[in-house]
């Protein structure tokens, strides 16, 4: 509840204060009074924007500051998020400076407009040109639907459940959108691999080959020359085994006079026994020794295969398997991309069927409570003297195929959106014999603002806001349709704390408490007043409504017969 509110330098008002009670309060006052200031500053300590134009001429700063009684369990809530202890209650400022250095606290902490907003929002619901536009725009319709049912809750799960896939299908396109871009990388990876793995290189293999290549192309002249050496070393006469073998007999039969000769004749024999064995190894390898086309031609075609790799993927055999591995490591990636992505699909399927049971359920839950609420709408409308009306409330629904759209934000055909899978507008005949038709397009001020009012009064008790300020929200109503609508606003002040500004008599004598705003001028300046009215004052303000400047007897009488319940 708003307990009191201060305003100085302020447009024209250089310094009011405003004690608030529970109950009905109606501010009254000539036009240009400056009634539209109060709701102005309200708005301020809201969270609203503001510019250094309502800074009161001559001054630095304008200053609006409130204290709430709370009971707002949001609210409380709110401020506890933010370490900011409510036990006393909420004290919200601001400060507008002319050099554009605006300050903004809550209980004597700087805070941000963000912040003093959210700990507010639900601490004043102000009614005015406002909640006309709110009522004719069907946008809100289903807001004061789910309002009335309780479905509030359920609504914000929908909302969660629908940013959550919002989030995840954007990450899924993304994913996909790279996949797509990766397809031909992959495509050539894995072509490239395949080649690697088809040709199988391996380091110790180009070596070999490159010998028997070369033993290949000259595999006649080999043959011939190790020939040769073979006959040179064993096979023709005067060879050298058999050189070798004579010379050490002779080196023997002269160790027979010198022994110390006889370790060298051993030798030269070794060296004849080895000239032997070089002889059968050169004989076994010249047996090896042919001319195979077929192999030749195998071995460059192999030789060319290992070239070609070496050109495209490195200079060595071992830079082709460094790059094969790389090869390898990037599909791994690859692949767990594609695992992203199922896994991405997987979750939206589960996410897709809870946002759909949520949606389903919420919107029969909704037609359920929209024939009570069209019932308690005509009876309240018919209380204020709109006897032939109608009031419905049609559904509709936004199909799959019309729009694009996420296919995991569809279910039975039909899309969901962050409010759930209705459409609604109100739809009213104010008249015996008229067809509805949208609230937009018949309903004039004064309709307006007693469906504003009928929509309050019967959520009054769902609506935890502490505050309702009505800002001549009778406008375009008089005669016993006023009265009847004061009768609602005091009604509506049992559940909630109810200010009104208001310019008609009939609302302002049903109020608990009154006030009235004035204007004067002091010092050349023109300056607003606010005065609490009791008694005579208020009977005064009451007759001044009612018949203007001059106020007659009769005048005043009448004031105290409409004021007599209250004074």
């Avoid at 609210?75 to 400022?93: C, N, S, T, W, Y």
């Avoid at 004719?136 to 807001?143: I, Q």
């Avoid at 899924?172 to 088809?198: A, C, G, P, S, Y």
């Avoid at 004035?518 to 005579?536: F, H, N, P, Q, Y």
Wanted: aromatic share 4%.
């Amino acid at each position: 509840m708003l307990v009191d509110l201060s305003i100085r330098d302020f447009a024209i008002i250089n310094n009011i204060h405003i004690g608030f009670s529970e109950g009905f309060t109606v501010l009254s006052g000539e036009t240009g009074a400056g009634k539209s200031i109060i709701i102005y500053a309200v708005k301020l300590i809201l969270g609203g924007r503001t510019s250094i134009d309502i800074i009161k001429t001559g001054k630095e700063y304008a200053e609006v500051e409130a204290f709430f009684e709370l009971g707002n369990s949001e609210a409380i809530q709110a401020m506890q998020a933010q370490g900011l202890d409510h036990r006393e209650g909420l004290i919200v400022r601001r400060i507008v400076a002319r050099n554009g250095k605006n300050k903004a606290f809550i209980n004597g902490h700087s805070c941000t407009l963000q912040m003093m907003a959210r700990i507010t929002e639900k601490l004043v619901n102000i009614s005015g040109q406002h909640a006309h536009q709110t009522i004719l725009g069907s946008e809100n319709h289903l807001g004061i639907l789910d309002e009335f049912a309780g479905l509030t809750r359920q609504r914000e799960e929908v909302r969660h459940c629908h940013a959550q896939i919002v989030s995840l299908a954007k990450k899924l396109k993304n994913q996909v959108e790279r996949r797509d871009q990766n397809k031909h990388e992959r495509e050539l990876l894995e072509f490239e691999q395949e080649e690697i793995r088809q040709a199988n290189p391996s380091e110790e293999e180009e070596s070999e080959i490159e010998q028997e290549k070369n033993r290949l192309k000259n595999a006649e002249l080999i043959y011939a020359t190790i020939g040769r050496c073979i006959e040179r070393l064993y096979g023709s006469e005067g060879s050298v085994v058999e050189w070798l073998t004579e010379v050490a007999k002779d080196i023997e039969d002269m160790g027979k006079i010198d022994p110390k000769l006889n370790p060298v004749a051993q030798d030269v024999f070794s060296a004849a026994y080895s000239m032997e064995d070089c002889v059968a190894e050169l004989r076994s390898y010249i047996e090896m020794v042919s001319f195979n086309a077929d192999r030749l031609e195998e071995i460059e075609e192999r030789l060319n295969t290992i070239y070609k790799l070496k050109k495209k993927y490195g200079k060595t055999i071992e830079d082709i398997l460094i790059y094969l591995d790389t090869i390898r490591k990037k599909l791994e990636q690859l692949q767990d991309s594609s695992e992203t992505t199922a896994r991405l699909e997987d979750k939206l399927l589960v996410e897709n069927k809870s946002i759909s049971e949520l949606a389903v359920s919420l919107s029969e839950k909704r037609k359920k409570w929209a024939g009570t609420l069209e019932k308690m709408v005509e009876d309240e409308l018919r209380s204020l003297e709109m006897k032939g009306v109608r009031f419905e409330i049609l559904f509709e629904h936004v199909k799959q195929d019309s729009v694009d759209c996420s296919p995991y934000l569809t279910t039975k055909g039909m899309v969901i959106d962050e409010t759930g899978l209705d459409r609604i507008s109100f739809l009213i005949s104010a008249n015996v014999g008229e067809e509805t038709k949208p609230i937009v397009q018949i309903a004039s001020g004064g309709e307006l603002s007693r469906i504003i009012l009928a929509l309050k009064v019967i959520i009054a008790d769902r609506d935890d806001v502490g505050t309702i300020l009505f800002d001549e929200v009778d406008s375009g109503i008089g005669g016993g349709v006023a009265e009847t609508v004061g009768q609602k606003m005091k009604q509506l002040s049992k559940h909630h704390q109810v200010i009104c500004i208001t310019h008609l008599p009939q609302i302002a004598s049903l109020g608990d408490h009154h006030f009235r705003i004035s204007k004067k001028v002091e010092k050349e300046m023109t300056c607003a007043t606010i005065d609490r009215l009791d008694g005579e004052g208020r009977v005064t303000e009451i007759a001044r409504m009612l018949g203007g400047i001059d106020i007659s007897e009769k005048t005043l009488d009448h004031a105290r017969e409409m004021l007599s319940p209250v004074l």
